[in-house]
C-alpha cells in the first residue's frame, strides 16, 4: 500500500509513464488506485512519429502490469519522508519479506 499511497499524494502533478511495450506518455495524473492503474488527462507521447495513433489522444486509462516506470517530478518527491513510511511499513507484523 506504500506506492498506492505515494501516488495518491502526487495527484495533480505532470508525470511521464513509460510502458513495457517502450510507449512513454507525459501527462497529468487524475488518479491511481489500489492496482496501481494509473488515469492521465493532457497527455503528450514523447515519441510521435513511432506512435501516430496517439497524437489525437487527450486522456488516457492505463493499466498497472504494463507500466514500467512512472517517472515523478523531483521537486514533489519527498525522499526521507518516503524511506520513514517504507521502514514503518517493514516493521508491522505480518508483512511480507523476501527470503
Do not use: W
Request: net charge positive; charged share 20%.
Amino acid at each position: 500500500m506504500l506506492f498506492y499511497s505515494f501516488f495518491k499524494t502526487l495527484v495533480g502533478q505532470t508525470v511521464t509513464v513509460e510502458l513495457k511495450n517502450d510507449l512513454s506518455i507525459i501527462g497529468v495524473l487524475v488518479s491511481v488506485d489500489q492496482f496501481l492503474n494509473i488515469k492521465l488527462d493532457n497527455i503528450q507521447v514523447v515519441d510521435e512519429a513511432r506512435y501516430p495513433h496517439m497524437i489525437a489522444v487527450k486522456n488516457c486509462f492505463i493499466r498497472g502490469s504494463v507500466v514500467r516506470y512512472v517517472q515523478l517530478p523531483a521537486a514533489s518527491v519527498d525522499t526521507g519522508l518516503l524511506q520513514d513510511a517504507a521502514r514503518r511499513e517493514a516493521q508491522q507484523p505480518g508483512a511480507v519479506r523476501a527470503k
